[in-house]
């Protein structure tokens, strides 16, 4: 990707696989994504304790995932995200979307080694911040948060119509999550502000519903389901 959207700030530790890109979609790209998720059958979400989700492309499964065709409105988008050459000459083809409504999030997690080390996402609807934090804090998406207060290393805002990108190291040797909150405060800990619209230190902006459209490439796919008996 053009260096011109890395992720630079004063937190020497952020590692420089971090991409921002402001306004990737217009408002009528981002009414059209919304509208397409809402109208979309009952049965595909599936419905978790703190949010909603669609998966779309296939199941992502160690042993391959079973591929399924994407719908247009999602593979004019992934054939996008993928000409900026983020999963090594490869096509996205499989789409993750999840619904976030005003204090939901997702505690720290990777996406693992089923998928080609580079996640972009597409955020509509909201802003929100997206934390990152040192791997020894390790924990499933859905498994047991006993441990105490976890302290995000640097966050990014993420603003609607924005795209985000991770790679390599940003994808392999960091968690990240989003707090369950209703608010977010600007402060010094995000590290793309520079990239953003401008917003004053110790700022407050609420947060509503908002749907990210989390695009990856699976190396490993299927055509013959008996695979899996």
């Known amino acids: 990707m053009n260096d011109t959207f890395k992720v630079v700030s004063h937190y020497a530790s952020i590692p420089d696989t971090i991409y921002y890109v402001k306004d990737f979609i217009d408002t009528d790209e981002e009414r059209y994504l919304m509208e397409n998720v ?8 599936t419905v978790l304790s703190n949010r909603r989700l669609q998966n ?8 391959g ?6 719908p247009q409105w999602l593979q004019k988008y992934a054939l996008k995200i993928s000409q900026l050459n983020v999963f090594g000459g490869n096509t996205a083809n499989h789409v993750l979307i999840n619904e976030y409504l005003s204090g939901q999030g997702i505690m720290p997690h990777e996406d693992g080694p089923l998928f080609y080390p580079c996640v972009a996402t597409i955020n509509t609807g909201s802003h929100t911040l997206l934390d990152f934090y040192h791997k020894s804090v390790a924990t499933t998406v859905d498994g047991d948060d006993s441990s105490p207060q976890r302290k995000p290393i640097f966050s990014l805002l993420l603003e609607p119509r924005s795209l985000v990108v991770s790679q390599s190291d940003a994808y392999e040797s960091y968690l990240h999550g989003i707090q369950e909150v209703k608010s977010d405060i600007i402060s010094q800990r995000i590290a793309n502000l520079k990239l953003c619209d401008s917003h004053a230190m110790g700022e407050q902006l609420e947060r509503t519903t908002r749907l990210s459209f989390t695009i990856r490439y699976v190396p490993k796919v299927i055509k013959n389901l008996t ?3």
Do not use: E, I, V
């Not at 809402?38 to 979400?45: C, D, E, G, H, T």
């Open 227 to 229: 695979f899996f008996k």
């Open 38 to 45: 809402m109208n979309s059958p009952k049965p595909k979400w």
């Open 65 to 70: 995932m079973a591929k399924q065709q994407l």
């Open 56 to 63: 779309w492309g296939g199941l992502p499964h160690p042993k």
